[in-house]
């Protein structure tokens, strides 16, 4: 018999929203591993002891992160959701008949908190991390990427624009003055060495001023910001550190930030860092030696035009300062570039042009030169360990760790797009996203979700393979080939049995 249901409002409801949401749902597990008292005394100094109560601030930092954990990022729809996701009231403490918070307090609470209270609040979040033994800290990995700003390419106008609009008469004229000073001779001598313009230097978004405009090969020009990790080696793949940057910041800056921010803050400082070759700079390899760490990172190095001699093909004489060339020719210090800290080695012109493997050397008309970095010996001790097949191993890593953190980042936690305008604002947006990232694995594995194996010799099958190989052996010796090799091939199933059975579970967990 069909039945029709009928839609009558009850007087009366024997209701309770806790038993509504499922054991297994992620904000009931994330708020039963993690207290957020915390963030009372986060934001105690932020507000008054006197005047009309405001939202408590817990409820605004889980507000946000709901946005953040479920790809949310209109704040508007955001507000909208929590009026009728009864996970999401359950998270904030809401019942079923209480008001939700207004989309507007976020961005107020955004205003007032500045990035301060975002920064620490991805600290502690890291430290609950390294409580549960989710950091390894044995390598780190660094790496960056762009993220779009929230603004048109329409939006560009000249600097020259800004100085003229936002100037009077009398500031404009000191302005120019300031910019177009008389030379002393100092000056002319310095000359030579131009340094290259900054980001936004030439132009600048009136939208979003703090964004860089950048271009890639054969690619249209874009506003963008980057924001900069480094991403622990263990399985959880937890960040261990963030900053954000107009993208038009070189990511190699920012390398001894990550990891001396990791130190400071958790006592995270790895073995070895792995990363690409924009961070292979000689400043890069000797913060890492200093600080006891291998660089396994790929050399950022100047390369010749095709087919001509490198720098590796001549030999440098330290108690003379001095270069020999593959001909026994000397290649003298003729002084130091302060721009690029190297200092530059020469020889006369003369002598280059009557040696016959000049065209093999250098094209330059004054003859062939070569250049040692202030840090050149770091170089040439990160070179030795590069060598090493550790090193290399960990450069291939980097990838499967980094791009996927970035993945999942920009997939599924809303960094595809910059939400916000401005540099600090972009910030909260890069730290709640990681401070999100590292909630989702803390949950996943503090509720044993996807535990690994650690090594494949964990696999309790394997002593019968190694039974079953002894025995190979002995069949052999005993002319029993036959009933040896099939003892293997039956160890053998089993083993790879095993192994995909664990990983069917490892995939359902």
Do not use: W
């Not at 889980?62 to 729809?77: A, D, P």
């Not at 590292?438 to 309790?460: A, I, Q």
Request: one cysteine or more; glycine letters at 4%; charged letters at 30%.
């Amino acid at each position: 018999m069909m039945r029709v249901k009928q839609k009558e409002s009850k007087m009366f409801y024997n209701f309770s929203l806790s038993s509504r949401i499922p054991k297994e749902h992620f904000l009931r597990n994330l708020d039963e591993v993690i207290d957020f008292s915390f963030i009372y005394k986060l934001a105690r100094p932020y507000y008054s002891h006197t005047g009309q109560p405001g939202i408590d601030p817990v409820v605004l930092l889980k507000m946000m992160l709901i946005g953040y954990l479920y790809n949310i990022t209109s704040e508007r729809k955001l507000a909208q959701e929590l009026r009728v996701n009864l996970a999401f009231m359950y998270f904030l403490g809401y019942d079923i008949d209480e008001e939700t918070p207004n989309h507007s307090i976020l961005s107020k609470a955004r205003r007032r908190f500045g990035n301060k209270i975002f920064e620490q609040f991805f600290e502690i979040v890291i430290e609950k991390c390294k409580q549960k033994e989710l950091i390894q800290a044995e390598k780190t990995f660094v790496d960056s990427t762009l993220i779009p700003a929230n603004a048109s390419l329409s939006s560009i106008v000249d600097c020259d624009e800004k100085i003229i609009l936002r100037r009077s008469p009398k500031a404009y004229l000191k302005a120019v003055d300031e910019l177009n000073p008389v030379e002393s001779e100092d000056d002319k001598e310095q000359k030579r060495e131009k340094p290259k313009l900054q980001a936004n230097q030439k132009s600048y978004s009136k939208t979003d001023p703090d964004a860089s405009i950048i271009r890639h090969h054969n690619t249209q020009p874009k506003l963008a910001y980057k924001q900069h990790i480094g991403v622990d080696n263990g399985p959880a793949r937890i960040i261990t550190a963030c900053a954000t940057t107009p993208a038009a910041v070189a990511d190699e800056h920012k390398l001894p930030h990550l990891i001396s921010k990791a130190k400071e803050q958790h006592d995270i400082l790895p073995k070895e860092v792995g990363a690409d070759t924009k961070y292979g700079t000689a400043d890069n390899y000797r913060f890492l030696l200093e600080s006891q760490i291998k660089p396994s990172i790929p050399h950022h190095g100047g390369k010749n035009a095709t087919g001509l001699l490198t720098k590796d093909n001549f030999i440098y004489d330290k108690e003379k300062d001095q270069y020999i060339c593959p001909e026994g020719k000397i290649l003298r210090n003729t002084g130091f570039a302060k721009q690029q800290r190297h200092y530059v080695y020469r020889t006369n012109s003369k002598v280059c042009k009557a040696c016959k493997f000049l065209k093999e050397c250098t094209k330059s008309p004054t003859g062939r030169s070569v250049t040692r970095h202030v840090n050149e010996s770091f170089l040439e001790q990160a070179k030795e360990h590069l060598n090493a097949p550790s090193a290399k191993a960990t450069i291939k890593q980097r990838g499967e760790y980094v791009e996927t953190v970035f993945a999942c980042e920009k997939k599924d936690l809303g960094l595809n797009k910059a939400k916000f305008r401005g540099i600090i604002s972009v910030h909260i947006q890069s730290l709640l996203t990681a401070a999100a990232y590292n909630l989702k694995k803390l949950v996943k594995y503090s509720r044993g979700f996807k535990k690994k194996l650690k090594t494949v010799s964990d696999l309790p099958i394997l002593p019968i393979l190694e039974t079953n190989i002894a025995r190979l052996k002995q069949g052999l010796r005993d002319s029993e080939p036959v009933i040896a090799v099939s003892n293997l091939v039956d160890s053998l199933f089993l083993f790879f049995k095993h192994i995909l059975g664990c990983k069917l579970a490892y995939n359902m967990a």
